[in-house]
């Protein structure tokens, strides 16, 4: 086991167990203002309540096993969460996820509620595009979440997700997406998150800058509407969150997150120093705290064109 693999692994253990123990989800991972309160958006389960299981309860089939897909699963708390709010007896949560670590935390059954996720390995950042990189049969899904997972997929391969997450979902399946990035399109405030996001990551000493601009992007709303619909999906419902989820990033939330030296935390200020000279995303005024947009997408799989 690598050395860096080793500290992945116990930064994702640790940051589970922070989440499990701590009302509000430990550390400052995930934390926005919602509802006039400080809550931590993935593990409050009166927001994982409003943004997924909502819109997939009504469309699950009654009287039936149904497996619902977790799509970057994580630790396997927010489809654990989901399935536990459905009035279904038999839906089974199924986690996706590409890391190890993550797998491994999904089959700690004490540090987790039930019902117990299901871990499968799959890599949605998997190559050659031609490949079926989740280890599923076609029409497999009554559901799915897709959460904040955009972010670590290169811009050219996302829409090659979708098409897979479509092939592995029934028809008329829905899938909420959870994601980072602006309502309407503008690709001068996308661009300017994204590269913010990936200077600000590789000054805390994780990542480089290049391989993160090139493999990192948040898609506005439209843009991913664009590719869902030509992956064979219908727009439900999208709801721009931004205004009612407010979620800042900041040097300090970093500091705490990363647990950075002085010196990486003072080259993650002037990151951000620099951006807020630009103007181009909002700031606090006060602060080097910036607004991360944020907005939800529910989904539909199309049903297919009835034969002449």
Known sequence: MSSDFKKTEEWITRANKERCAAPNGGLCWGKVIWNGKLINLYTNKDFINYIFTQPIAPTLPENKTCM???????NGYVAQTV?????QPCVIPIG??????????MKQEKCLVQ??????????????????FLPFKKNTFHAGIFRFALSFIGKNFQPQVFKQISRVM?????????????FEENEKNVDAHDILYAKGSAASGRWTFENLKKNMHDPSCEHLIDMAE??????KAKTDLTDIALGYTSPEIYKKLYRLNSDQ?????????KCKEKGVLPFEPDSLGVLRPMYSCVLKKKAPSPSP
């Open 115 to 132: 019902p117990i996720v299901k871990p499968v390995q799959g890599d949605l950042r998997k190559r050659p595009l031609k490949e079926n």
């Open 230 to 235: 030509e992956a064979g999906f219908e727009v």
């Open 170 to 182: 029934k028809p008329s399946a829905v899938l909420v997406v959870l994601n980072y990035g602006v």
């Open 265 to 273: 935390h003072e080259k993650l200020k002037a990151v951000f120093e």
């Open 96 to 105: 996706i996820d590409r890391y190890h670590p993550d797998l491994k935390v």
């Open 68 to 74: 619902i897909a977790d799509f970057g699963a994580g």
């Open 83 to 87: 399935v536990s709010q459905l009035e």
